[in-house]
């Protein structure tokens, strides 16, 4: 039998929930300068789906790859890790 694909999964923080029903989150991650070998921090900021408008901005959630929802949300809110201090 086939085996199923495991769907990928990325933590980051919530920087924008403006959007009914949608989160921006921003993920870090970090890359080795190819000339100086110093380590750089690069970021992506995807829109995903947030189904009860839960997230607020600041919080540490984990998201998952899903189909197409809309234009530019293709992940969905799995699970809200960390609340922002308030």
């Not at 293709?74 to 308030?86: N, Y």
């Amino acid at each position: 039998m086939a085996e199923q694909k495991q769907a990928r999964t990325v933590k980051g923080v919530v920087v924008s929930n403006a959007m009914e029903k949608s989160i921006v989150v921003r993920i870090d991650r970090y890359v080795k300068h190819p000339k100086y070998k110093k380590f750089v921090r690069k970021s992506t900021k995807i829109m995903a789906h947030d189904e009860n408008n839960d997230c607020n901005i600041g919080d540490t959630v984990t998201v998952v790859e899903s189909r197409p929802i809309s234009k530019r949300k293709t992940w969905k809110l799995l699970s809200i890790d960390e609340r922002a201090a308030r």
